[in-house]
């Protein structure tokens, strides 16, 4: 009988209690896959273990603490004296990737995260194996189950923000202090981490500007509803003009997009290249035993043999001024020629509008419109503009568009 491979269990939380659990379960589908049985070596906590004796009786180490500190040292320490190291954790790799690929590069030993990005998605590996060295040229999705829960819930309820997020809460779709999520600094982690393997450049956390879900109105998913339109928190890392954007926002999709039927808390990955046109991925993006299973399966892929750890092949600039399509909601007075003087507004930045829905409002007007794709940059200017005029009744209110009708 060959012998056992011991884990070091770093954290015995939501994701560490699950994977405990699912070890055991399936620790004889494991060494009949890979020829040896793992079994749990020891277990850190806040108040169990000594992180040097685990360390020094494992033959690989799980990290699944959380946040940068201690969980960067641990993993140094453990990819130091040769162990490879699995980690669920977004925002260590997001944060000190470089330091960490480099390290494990030079003791040659593993750094595996199936976990971080996604959930039970196979994105990571799909990505860093299947299309290793395909030209991919887009990776675009929903990453976070947390704001796509709300966002889907305020569009099918008409409820307020707040409203949905206390029962986001509730159901434990939303952590007590969602902010991290809401904020969109959760999926820019996990951008920096998909941009880094699908383009093979360095990128960090930050470099990924995000927007968040918090001043999203129910009247801007009803009116979107009109225009035919979803909302989503989108991820995008995309090539363009010789370098690449990565960024958070959130998005209308127009019906048809293969994203805009994804409710709930579940996350979709979408990756474009010339070789593969497009595949799309789709499941549960967080919870213990689905991000323990993304866990497991990297405990196979260590034991079954080598893949190669991540390198950055080449440094591609971030390019800031991106184009897009734009939804514009502005409540104005009801009066001739003020749609004139925004159109002037939109014109003289070189914007052009697709679609108008002008509905009264006693004395007001709310405009909402949809402008064709335009330089950010251009928008922005063209907002501050809208801004000014006399007739405007509140602030302009502006979300971005994928406008490009999927066929
Ligand atoms: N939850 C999910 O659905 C999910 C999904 C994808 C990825 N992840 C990632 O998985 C990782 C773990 O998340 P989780 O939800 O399982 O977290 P969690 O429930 O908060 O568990 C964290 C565990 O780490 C331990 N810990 C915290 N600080 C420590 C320290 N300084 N020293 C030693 N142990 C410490 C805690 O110990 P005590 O028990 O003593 O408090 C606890 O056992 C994170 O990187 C997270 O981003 C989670």
Redesign the pocket.
Known sequence: MSDPVRIGL????????AFAELLAERAEAVEAATGRRPEIAGV?????GDFGEILGRSDLVV?????TD??RQYVLDALRAGRPVI??????LAQHGDELFALAREMGVQLRFE??VA?AIPIVRTIQESFGVTEVSKVFGIVNGTTNFILSEMAATGAAYEEVLARAQELGYAEADPSDDVSGADAAAKMAILARLAFHTPVTLAEVPYEGIETIQPDDLAYAKELGLSLKLLGVAERRDGGISVRVFPCFLYQGHPLSPVEGPFNAIMVEAPAITEVTMSGP????V??ASAVLGDVVSILAGEAPVHEAREELPIVADVTSSFYLHLEVADRPGVLAQIAQVLGDNEISVKSVVQRGIGDDARLVMVVHECIESRFATALEEIAELDDLRSAPRAIRVIEKEFV
């Not at 980690?87 to 260590?92: E, G, H, M, P």
Request: glycine share 28%; proline share 3%.
């Open positions: 770093l954290g015995r939380g939501t994701v560490g209690g850190l906590t806040r108040d169990e990290e699944l603490i959380g946040g201690p969980a980690t669920a954790n977004k925002q260590l976990a971080a959930g993006g967080a919870g213990g689905q991000t």
